[in-house]
């Protein structure tokens, strides 16, 4: 191929002649089988692997979460891995319907060393390989592609013997031929042919089971996609086997490429939570599945616990979580710019109608996924910053401590958060946004304290209230009395008497928090000062009334610090 790119140490790897693909109008309806190699090609790219115990507890999180293949070890390669698959069977921690898994290259006494680990293993998978590639075969072991076949069929041929000698067992074989991506095609085929061939159990049943691994990512996601839709043409007995992927992540694009591989006709995928494994890891099967959950996809996994597993993975692998990670980061809900925040406010408040108009259960802006399906909650979605607008901060209060502000008030709320995160240059926490809101509008300094308020009506027309009100101007005391057509009218005229600047209120908005007898009352009261200035102070009471006379006074305090 004539290489006509720049960069004359690199050429693109040459694509493959399928005009009639199919894969590229598919959609993938049903859920892969999934197999985790976190144990095996996880853990062996770990600094620092797991000790027996925390394998365990890994393993059994693996089952909680649904895996029903389970890759646990390469117990030819060591006496800890070895030890691990006899505990594993020895102590009965398999469920009844999970196959486990252990790997082997294609060498004689390290597939007599693997069946010796399997002893009694009720039901489980012996994963073979041999590298195919030629850069592999030739430089890495000298062999040539003739060697490689006659390699896998006596490894092949001698498992099936072991096999044979294990009659109650359920012992399925798979087989991967290393770097499949970076292999001739037609040789990866016949290789494929040999090993199934000499197996010879292979049935629509009890399929064996070929992985295609890219193990090292060279390749865009739609050369990986065409590999498997031309494999798949040229075996001889497709149905007879299940064409498991394994992708690596080398450009980034494992998930990409596994997704494209399943529309090719893929069946199984083996990866690893949070996307462990050597260099830069193996497909993130979290990401993956909760891709698939995303498009409706049952995919038979349980992320509904998702931090949980994460803070397993962290405590047990010692690998970091980014905070941007798919579905599992710790920003993966969280909205910092303003807009999202109105936006994400108003799709939460409109669910209802916006899954009958659209047809589907969630359609909120911005939110792909309902962050309760992975247990995560709606309170911490949305964090403050100084980018905020009053939408996120109003949500912020709402949601977390029922604060149901009115809409006129919301632009003032956000201004006197935006003014301490502009201060502290810093993200600002929920009950920081709290204690701003109840230092400015509920409890601000000022001149004015209220001692008490008592209105009363008068003896003859109800609807007159005479109040009195007991006041402290500056730590000064003095009471005042004035009458009005209600509570809040013969207050204001008491605060006009005392000499408060002059102001109006016309309309103002109350709210109960909390139920029964413990319920308060919020009053948010907008005072029209003469300056056309609008103030709002909120006002906190089991009575109304009393939280509505809190609210004038809170609103006359942060006029004078305004003045
Ligand atoms: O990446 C790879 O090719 C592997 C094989 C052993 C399947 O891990
Ligand atoms: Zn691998």
New binding site residues.
Partial sequence: MENNTNIPKYIPPPSFDLPDRQWPSRTVTRSPIWCS?DL??GNQALPNPLLPDQKLEYFLMLCNIGFKHIEVSFPSASQDDFDFVRRLIEENHIPDDVYIMT?TQCRSHLVERTFESIAGLPRGIV?L?A?TSDLHMEEVFGLSRAETIEMVADSIGLSRRLADDMPDSDIRLEF?P???TATDLDFAVEVCETAVETWGYATVDKPMIL?L????ERRPPNHYADMIELFIRKFSSPEKVIISL?S?NDQGMAIASTELALLAGAQRV?GTLFGH??RTG?VDLVTLACNLHSRGVDTGLDFSSLSRIAEASVRLTGMPIPARQPYSGEYVFTAFSGSHQDAIRKGMAQLDKSAERFGIGWAVPYLHVDPADLGRKYESLIRINSQSGKGGVAWVLEQDYGIEAPKAMHPEIGRAVQRFSEEVKREITSSEVHEIFNDEFVNPEGPYELMGYWPRPDDDDPTQIHGEVRMKVRGEESTIIADGNGPVSAFVHCMQKLGAPHFAVDDYHEQAVGKGANATALAYVPLEFDDGKVLFGVGSDTNIDQAAVRAIVAGLNRHAKDE
């Fill in positions: 190699v095996r090609d790997l994963h390989y590298a991967s290393e770097e499949f992985n691994p890219a193990t090292v394994h690596h083996e494994g050597e193996n």
